[in-house]
Nanobody
Framework: QVQPVESGGGSVQTGGSLRLSCAAS????????MGWFRQKPGKAREGVAS???????TYADSVKGRFTISRDSAKNTLYLQMNNLEPDDTAMYFC?????????????????WGQGTLVTVSS
């Protein structure tokens, strides 16, 4: 399997921005679904945003209008631009990839996961 590598996490104040990156070999052509997930302390992992090979994007209601998922084919990198961050966005963020087709990549059973990058938003 492929091991995605996330980066870009950090600590910001409410209203700040961060851009997360996910790099993986063959990301631009080997996967149907690509997504970002997060896990808050003591909570279950939840889908944040996803994009499929056709360019269809899906967002959790809690981040619509604030987060944007995109892919740079030349760099084999997936991005998550996070704007107007809130304390509730504090979590470990994970990148996930899948070669299998799916109706919705945000609820897809991913198998290839990154190690995570921590995002902390203070008030």
């Amino acid at each position: 399997q492929v091991q995605p590598v996330e980066s870009g996490g950090g600590s910001v104040q409410t209203g700040g921005s961060l851009r997360l990156s996910c790099a993986a070999s063959g990301l631009s052509y080997s996967f149907f679904c690509m997504g970002w997930f997060r896990q808050k302390p003591g909570k279950a992992r939840e889908g944040v945003a996803s994009i499929d090979s056709q360019g269809k994007t899906t967002y959790a209601d809690s981040v619509k209008g604030r987060f944007t998922i995109s892919r740079d084919s030349a760099k084999n990198t997936l991005y998550l631009q996070m704007n107007n961050l809130e304390p509730d966005d504090t979590a470990m963020y994970f990148c996930a990839l899948s070669r299998a087709a799916s109706f919705s990549c945000l609820v897809h059973p991913y198998k290839d996961w990154g190690q995570g990058t921590l995002v902390t938003v203070s008030s």
